[in-house]
Nanobody, 121 residues
Framework: VQLVESGGGLVQAGGSLRLSCVAS????????IGWFRQAPGKEREGVSC????????FQRDSVKGRFTISRDKSKNTVYLQMNSVNPEDTGVYYC???????????????WGQGTQVTVSS
């Protein structure tokens, strides 16, 4: 099982990034895929998640209207389009897979290695 994130980097406040998460080794269509982030000294927090069955999405309030999660089943890939970023969005971004977006992050089945996002002011 693998989840491989990419697309992180350094971006100025107000800019955009698109993160990708490529999945392999499990039945992609049966799993919800979520994006999480962890800032230095803070706990990992959920950012956005898309369910597998109906495509329902969940977003934390601070990213609503700025971040968009999408899923390409033909490529086993989930994206996180990040617009109007601000320094508070800085952190390591991870994608995780589980049967439900409602599963607590600590109980997610699979995790990627993370990609660093740094937003400069």
């Amino acid at each position: 099982v693998q989840l491989v994130e990419s697309g992180g980097g350094l971006v100025q406040a107000g800019g955009s990034l698109r993160l990708s998460c490529v999945a392999s080794g499990f039945t992609f269509d049966e799993y919800a895929i979520g994006w999480f982030r962890q800032a230095p000294g803070k706990e990992r927090e959920g950012v956005s998640c898309m369910s597998s069955r109906d495509g329902h999405t969940f977003q934390r309030d601070s990213v609503k209207g700025r971040f968009t999660i999408s899923r390409d089943k033909s490529k086993n890939t989930v994206y996180l389009q990040m617009n109007s970023v601000n320094p508070e969005d800085t952190g390591v971004y991870y994608c995780g897979a589980d049967v439900s977006c409602l599963t607590p992050a600590r109980d997610f089945d699979y995790w990627g290695q993370g990609t660093q996002v740094t937003v400069s002011s």
